[in-house]
């Protein structure tokens, strides 16, 4: 191991899921999802030093990390499942719905049922816009991030509960540590709006994208985003979000933007 270790910074690898047999429940990988896990996997094996742990979000992800998770190990790499795991703040957006807050594709077939109702109710009817974009072939997440929610988590706080994440895994690994997580394009997106500006469309499954962290402290406020070639500092709010949302709640003011540098 390099004697330069705890002067480097840990490393968050954020990776979408592998192309999954689809979206409407926890319903796992197909065999293309899980050759491309792998292949992530197997990159990270090649470019990685140091310890590594591997999380997930609580839905969907943990065929997803469990490959690459193998990968890294038959690859050589010093790789354990994070001791925070799985962690929610890696999660899709929740739907607030009566008797249960869920993540969107696992309140599928709730919704199903819910939706003969007459009326609807408000999180059935914004429910049904976003997977009405969905079937069009449109963009349901592009939808969510341009919209104004009365029973979806919108994007400010799912970025919120991201930085909190992002630390607390960092702070379980350490400098020179790298911290492999597995979530959704939601988060991703969510998180890439939320720094550069701009949203950047739906990410290649199985995909990374980077945050360098400085500080391993809850509250560090320090970080980078690595995104298409470009650093982006980020001043991460230092009380961000460890509560489960509700949509009774008011919702948190996204974190404020740097001008970017050119990435080494």
Same mark, same amino acid.
Not at 15 to 31: K, Q, S, Y
Not at 60 to 82: D, F, K, Q, Y
């Given at each position: ?88 703040? /890696? ?38 816009? /976003? ?32 930085? /909190? ?61 690595? /995104? ?37």
């Amino acid at each position: 191991m390099r004697s330069d270790v705890g002067t480097r910074p840990t490393i968050v690898h954020l990776v979408r899921h592998g192309a999954p047999i689809g979206h409407r429940g926890d319903l796992g990988l197909t065999d293309l999802g899980r050759d491309q896990a792998r292949a992530c996997g197997r990159e990270l094996a090649d470019q990685l030093d140091g310890p590594i742990i591997v999380t997930h979000s609580p839905r969907m992800l943990r065929e997803t990390a469990a490959e690459i998770l193998e990968a890294l190990v038959a690859g050589g790499s010093a790789a354990a499942w994070s001791p925070r795991r799985p962690d929610p703040g /890696f999660d899709n957006f929740v739907v607030d719905a009566p008797g249960r807050r869920d993540e969107v594709t696992a309140l599928y077939p709730m919704f199903r049922s819910a939706s003969s109702a007459t009326p609807p109710a408000a999180w059935v009817t914004e429910l049904r816009r /976003f997977w009405h974009v969905h079937d069009l072939g449109g963009d349901p997440i592009g939808h969510w991030l341009g919209g104004r929610w009365v029973s979806l988590e919108g994007p400010d706080h799912v970025l919120s509960r991201l930085w /909190f994440s992002l630390a607390a895994q960092a702070g379980l690994v350490g400098p020179g540590g790298h911290v492999v997580a597995c979530t959704h394009s939601g988060a991703l997106r969510a998180l890439v709006l939320g720094v550069t500006g701009r949203d950047p469309g739906e990410p290649d499954h199985a995909r990374s994208i980077d945050v360098r962290i400085d500080s391993t402290s809850p509250d560090v406020e320090e970080m980078t985003l690595v /995104f298409d070639g470009v650093s982006w500092p980020v001043a991460a709010p230092r009380q961000a979000s460890t509560r489960q949302w509700s949509s009774q709640e008011p919702r948190p003011a996204t974190s404020s933007r740097r001008a970017p540098s050119a990435s080494a």
